[in-house]
């Protein structure tokens, strides 16, 4: 017997900060003056996409004179989501993958600002990636050619995909995502992770529709569209 493989494309929405109307971006300028990078619990030693063993130091995290609060904070320090309680509660309601908050203290004009929280999620989606049925191609970035060149490539695996990646980095090619192909267990979550092929947050219709309902400020959304096996 033979089966055949269905596919339908979804739209999903990648979370990012925003970059107008805050002040300054980023809007936090680094940890407290005294932090211990070297320090057993220091926010140095976490692994992209991964939930630590021990309990990371976010403690204080001194925002610029001009940063303007929004309920989602600009973070210098990359990949973690630096949110207010309010964003905390509609994640909350929310399908997540394995994922932990922190309680984070902002400082601002000598002013101690309470009810943030520094998020950090562990999602499996990557996994999900139909590499093969997924299509890619790199376009040279050089803006003084007339005609940019585009060719096909056609990794076979993760680590292929990912040494294409860091391929375009290096050379200075754009990496060109023409159809991503996923398996439909990533239909069971509101929040996922693509890590190094379309970053760490992107979101379900659901809990795009629910921040802006709540009017949560300091965040833009970039359509971004899937195609799922069925």
Not at 6 to 21: D, G, S
Not at 186 to 195: A, W
């Amino acid at each position: 017997m033979f089966f055949i493989k269905r596919y339908k494309t979804h739209t999903f929405f990648r979370l990012e900060n925003a970059c107008e109307q805050v002040g300054v971006y980023p809007q936090t300028k680094s940890f407290d003056s005294d932090y211990d990078i070297q320090a057993p619990d220091s926010a140095y030693h976490l692994k992209s996409n991964t939930i630590p063993a021990f309990t990371p130091n976010f403690e204080t995290v001194l925002l610029y004179k001009k940063a303007k609060l929004t309920d989602l904070i600009s973070f210098f320090f990359g990949e973690p989501l630096l949110l207010h309680q309010k964003v905390k509660t509609i994640l909350e309601r929310h399908t997540l993958p394995r994922h932990r908050f922190y309680g984070t203290t902002l400082v601002q004009n000598q002013k101690i600002i309470s009810d943030y929280h520094c998020f950090l999620m562990e999602s499996k989606a990557i996994n999900w990636l139909d590499v093969k049925q997924s299509t890619f191609s790199y376009r040279e970035s050089n803006p003084l050619l007339k005609e940019q060149k585009t060719y096909k490539i056609a990794p076979a695996t993760l680590d292929e995909l990912s040494e294409a990646v860091k391929k375009a980095l290096l050379e200075d090619l754009t990496l060109v995502r023409e159809k991503i192909v996923l398996d439909k267990a990533v239909l069971d979550f509101d929040l996922f992770n693509l890590s190094f092929l379309l970053g760490p947050y992107l979101l379900s219709k659901r809990l795009k529709e629910n921040l802006e309902s709540n009017a949560v400020s300091g965040i833009e959304f970039r359509v971004i569209d899937l195609v799922i096996k069925i």
